[in-house]
């Protein structure tokens, strides 16, 4: 999704408050959106901050993102604020650390509102990215720095500035092209964490299947005309290709790569502006363990997008731990009638009696509660749609039709392979003693590396 176009520069600016109170309600007076759409400002204010009073929009990194649905025509008004010095509210102390304020309205009606909150998350939580917009030197530069980040193109001066000087990057594509067409590779993978200045594809590239992989504000230092599709993948190490291996499966599970197809990937290290690397992918070879799930990799009604956002908090997960510490977890998404049958709680359900949309694992504010629910035995039972049904949930599925598990797998692993056997489901788990990711569907077991391309072959 090109953020951008929900985007207006008039609603990005300079706050002089010293107060989140008064830099929403700053942001909400910079134009008349408010009066077209007929909605009345204070009830919107006392809504926007009884929610953070409730559950803080802080994310860290000095972003706040306040953010609620309200009765109006237009799918979505957005509004940037910077901040010199943070913000007062109450007694959170978070606030003096907050620089910009992110505030999303959204239509009562609108559909794809947290699918949109996650995306816009993802380019907020990209330190770099929150860097250069809390350092723009002036308030057009602040704003053309957002711009940028929520994936504007880049104006012709720029592009053509740019490219006079990424001579070598042209030469480097123009040789994996040929190479490419010689190996009948059918997509061209780009990794975007490469950049972070202006990148325009030779035009031979255009007729190919351009897919990017992006960890999110990244994406906008590549010419869009050329992308066929792209791939949001979090990155958590300066390793070349970081995200590959999880991007190949997130674009099997879409249809985006089908069998027997090559991929020419290529990328070079994070944020250096240069290509130095050149990866052909043969999934008839490397990902054949998955061609008989291809057609039902993801079990029915359950969202791509929903299996994008479990697969990344796992991975995030797996690098990370919690608080210095390994973490061990699993998660069990679709098919949640049928999984019920073979579960019972170990704790008392902590999801239980909230909205579904406050507990819904695409709102980016569940990721925290996630994390520290992951220290408790039992596995996460999540709809297709994204609802968290349950945390602490012991599995009981019966593992007779399930093929033996490799050496060193434990209990979680088994528990996840006989419930995706058993049902329609799909099954992430994360190991605590590797920080190994496995997915399970069907009782077959796909693992994934976490750490660099260098580990692909072990899939």
Do not use: W
């Not at 909150?117 to 957002?146: S, W, Y």
């Not at 007729?207 to 999110?216: L, Q, Y």
């Not at 609802?387 to 093929?403: N, Q, R």
Request: hydrophobic fraction near 40%; aromatic fraction near 8%.
């Amino acid at each position: 999704m090109r953020f951008y176009r929900l985007f207006s520069r008039s609603r990005i600016i300079d706050l002089k408050s010293t107060t989140l109170k008064s830099a929403l309600s700053e942001l909400l007076d910079e134009t008349n959106d408010l009066a077209k759409e007929k909605v009345e400002k204070q009830p919107l204010l006392k809504q926007l901050l009884s929610r953070e009073d409730d559950v803080t929009t802080y994310l860290g990194n000095g972003v706040v993102l306040p953010h609620c649905r309200v009765k109006m025509k237009r799918s979505y008004l957005i509004y940037v604020g910077r901040c010199k010095e943070g913000l007062a509210h109450g007694s959170m102390l978070e606030y003096k650390d907050a620089r910009l304020v992110f505030l999303l309205l959204a239509g009562t009606d609108e559909q794809q509102y947290l699918q949109l909150l996650a995306g816009l998350v993802r380019i907020f939580q990209d330190k770099e990215a929150v860097r250069r917009m809390v350092e723009a030197p002036t308030e057009q530069d602040f704003r053309d720095v957002v711009m940028a980040a929520v994936g504007e193109p880049p104006s012709r001066s720029k592009q053509k500035n740019a490219n006079a000087l990424q001579g070598f990057n042209r030469l480097f594509q123009k040789q994996a092209y040929l190479l490419a067409r010689r190996a009948r590779c059918e997509h061209f993978v780009i990794m975007s964490d490469t950049f972070t200045e202006p990148l325009s594809l030779i035009p031979e590239l255009e007729e190919k299947k351009v897919i990017v992989v992006t960890r999110g504000a990244s994406e906008a230092y590549i010419d869009h005309k050329a992308i066929k599709d792209t791939i949001s993948v979090r990155a958590f190490s300066k390793v070349r290709m970081n995200q590959l291996p999880s991007a190949i499966l997130i674009g099997m599970a879409r249809g985006m790569f089908k069998q027997n197809e090559k991929l020419c990937c290529i990328g070079g290290r994070p944020e250096s502006n240069t290509f130095d690397l050149m990866i052909m992918v043969n999934l008839s070879k490397e990902y054949s363990h998955v061609y008989g799930l291809q057609r039902d990799l993801i079990p029915p009604k359950v969202k791509p997008e929903v299996m994008e956002r479990v697969l990344s908090i796992a991975t995030e997960l797996a690098v990370e731990g919690r608080e210095g510490k390994p973490i061990g977890s699993m998660f069990v998404v679709g098919d949640e009638a049928e999984v019920k049958k073979y579960t019972k709680q170990l704790i008392l359900n902590p999801f239980f009696g909230y909205k579904e949309d406050d507990r819904n694992i695409l709102n980016p504010f569940m990721d925290e509660t996630v994390k520290e629910l992951s220290y408790v035995d039992g596995a996460f039972i999540i709809r297709g749609d994204g609802v968290l049904e349950s945390a602490g949930t012991y599995i009981i599925a019966p593992s007779d039709t399930v093929e033996p598990l490799p050496g060193g797998l434990g209990t979680r692993h088994a528990a996840g392979a006989a419930i995706s056997a058993a049902t329609n489901c799909l099954v992430i788990v994360i190991s605590s003693s590797t920080g190994q990711v496995t997915v399970f569907r069907q009782g077959k077991m796909i693992p994934l590396a976490v750490k660099g391309y260098e580990d692909i072959s072990a899939t």
